[in-house]
Nanobody, 123 residues
Framework: VQLQASGGGLVQPGGSLRLVCEAS????????MGWFRQAPGKEREFVAN????????NYAVFVKGRFTISRDNAKNTVYLQMNSLIPEDTAVYYC?????????????????WGQGTLVTVSS
């Protein structure tokens, strides 16, 4: 599956953004999906994942209550709604696909990656 992420940009602290990841192919519903991020000088880290049917989700502690992952299998799309953004959320955000029913927190468990979209939180 090929992935295309979009929706990043510059936002003030406390603001919101919605990231969108569009997938190609007709088997999107067979993939669990995840969002990861990588800040300058840091390793890529887990943000959120969602099971292939969209029932189960999992979040990193630092985004719980602020970010929401969702998916629309009819549109081959996964979303990351980000609210109450803080400067520490600044990073390149990547969507990823895992050929499994459930997601994972480990980047190595995901076989397909989008190109990344930059989110900058700054006043």
């Amino acid at each position: 599956v090929q992935l295309q992420a979009s929706g990043g940009g510059l936002v003030q602290p406390g603001g919101s953004l919605r990231l969108v990841c569009e997938a190609s192919g007709r088997t999107f519903s067979s993939y669990a999906m995840g969002w990861f991020r990588q800040a300058p000088g840091k390793e890529r880290e887990f943000v959120a994942n969602i099971a292939r049917r969209g029932i189960f989700t999992n979040y990193a502690v630092f985004v719980k209550g602020r970010f929401t992952i969702s998916r629309d299998n009819a549109k081959n799309t996964v979303y990351l709604q980000m609210n109450s953004l803080i400067p520490e959320d600044t990073a390149v955000y990547y969507c990823a696909a895992r050929s499994a029913a459930f997601g994972s927190t480990r980047p190595s468990d995901f076989g397909s990656w989008g190109q990344g979209t930059l989110v900058t939180v700054s006043s």
